[in-house]
Structures are given as structure tokens and as C-alpha cells.
């Protein structure tokens, strides 16, 4: 049963502009999400991540916002570099137990 | 840079063999460890948590007969795929949790592509 849905296999989006990847979890008992970036033949790379108690975290190009009472979260990339071009996985977890993922988006920032 | 290596990247080999998959904390020690496996076009699913000096908490479905995990150090957890099958053919990964807390993000290592032949 898929806890950490991500509807959108894929995204496009041109350099410069913002991009916005799309998270939903099912289980309320979740308090920590994450989001990785993976490139081909390496592992996911932690990019950011938020708690439960805040509902919006930015470093740097990368913010990720919480919609608890809509159990989705997202993550906005300004601006998209071509270097951004990669699968995005969210992730969420319960009290530090092992993460959910979801299926990953995969981003392709066009020059 | 890196700061969780897993070792190897790629396993070929026949089936029976025991395959064991190493996965190794850089620069810092983690007491608990997590076991990964992802099938084509699915998500990264957890099978087991490893954690050092004791017993690894398997996931429901894995067999712990078959997925031996061995923390033996603070730095160090292995899996070993014992008597491999085919359908043991997948992408294995681990993490690892820098500091205790819950709001600490697991750092993964590269995976481990594992084909039985």
C-alpha cells in the first residue's frame, strides 16, 4: 500500500523558471518528510527537508511547503537550472522509523 | 562527497551463490542502518533496519533466513543475499542516519544492482 504518492512520473520545465514537484501521503501519524534528488547510478541525495511543526522550509533555490490538513507537500525549485535535471523522491517518515518513498518524479530542465 | 559507500555497485552470478552487499558509514557512526530494495518502476521499499550490537528488525515478507543483515561495528552493516535466485535480481541500497535524532536525514549510499542468473 503506497503511503507517498507522486502522480506525476515526469516533469518539463524551461531554465529559469520555476518548478514545482507534487507529493501526497496518506498516513497522518507522519511528522518528518524529505525530498532526494537521484542521478542514473547513484544513490538519492538528501536535498531538503521539513517537520511536521512548520509548514514551509527554504535553502537556498529549494523551498518545500506542508499542507498538513491536505496531507500533500511540494517541493519549488527558482530557478530551474539544467543541473536540476534528475528524479526528485519524497519521503516521509513517523517519529525517525525507516522512510516511505514515493515512485519519483523525473525533471528535465530544458535549455 | 560521499558519506555512505556501499560495496559493490553490481553483482553478476549463478544462482545459489550467497551474494553479501556492504554498506559503510564515512565520516560519522550510525547506530541504525536501513536495507532497501527497489524493483523496476516501483518505489525504494524498506526491508530491514539494522541496528548495531543487536538483532535487525525485518520487514513483513522478508525473509530473514534469506536477507542475513550483520551490524557489527558502528560504521558497518552488511546484507547478505544467501543461496540467490533469480527473482532475488534487484537494485539493493542502504542508509544510514546521522545522529539519533528523528529529524535527521538518512544519507544513502549507491545501490547495489544484484543479477541472478
Known amino acids: 500500500d503506497q503511503q507517498v504518492k507522486q502522480n506525476s512520473p515526469s516533469l518539463s520545465v524551461q531554465e529559469g523558471r520555476i518548478s514545482i514537484l507534487n507529493c501526497d501521503y496518506t498516513?497522518?501519524?507522519?511528522?518528518?518528510f524529505l525530498w532526494y534528488k537521484k542521478y542514473p547510478a547513484e544513490g538519492p541525495t538528501f536535498l531538503i527537508s521539513?517537520?511536521?511543526?512548520?509548514d514551509k522550509n527554504e535553502d537556498g533555490r529549494f523551498t518545500v511547503f506542508l499542507n498538513k490538513s491536505a496531507k500533500h507537500l511540494s517541493l519549488h525549485i527558482v530557478p530551474s537550472q539544467p543541473g536540476d535535471s534528475a528524479v526528485y523522491f519524497c519521503?516521509?517518515?513517523?517519529?525517525?522509523?525507516?522512510?516511505?518513498f514515493g515512485k519519483g518524479t523525473s525533471l528535465l530542465v530544458t535549455p | 562527497g560521499a558519506v555512505v559507500s556501499q560495496h559493490p555497485s553490481r553483482v553478476i552470478c549463478k544462482s545459489g551463490t550467497s551474494v553479501k552487499i556492504e554498506c559503510r558509514s564515512l565520516?560519522?557512526?550510525?547506530?541504525?542502518m536501513f536495507w532497501y530494495r527497489q524493483f523496476p518502476k516501483k518505489s525504494l521499499m524498506l526491508m530491514a533496519t539494522?541496528?548495531?550490537?543487536?538483532?535487525?528488525?525485518?520487514e513483513q515478507g522478508v525473509e530473514k533466513d534469506k536477507f542475513l543483515i550483520n551490524h557489527a561495528s558502528l560504521t558497518l552493516s552488511t546484507l547478505t543475499v544467501t543461496s540467490a535466485h533469480p527473482e532475488d535480481s534487484s537494485f539493493y541500497i542502504c542508509?544510514?542516519?546521522?545522529?539519533?535524532?528523528?529529524?535527521?536525514?538518512?544519507?544513502f549510499g549507491d545501490g547495489t544492482r544484484l543479477s541472478i542468473l
Open positions: 542508509s544510514a542516519r546521522r545522529g539519533a535524532g528523528a529529524d535527521q536525514p538518512q544519507h
Open positions: 565520516d560519522f557512526q550510525a547506530t541504525t
Open positions: 539494522s541496528n548495531e550490537g543487536s538483532k535487525a528488525t525485518y
Open positions: 521539513i517537520s511536521s511543526i512548520k
Open positions: 519521503a516521509a517518515s513517523n517519529s525517525g522509523y525507516a522512510l516511505n
Open positions: 498516513n497522518s501519524m507522519f511528522d518528518y
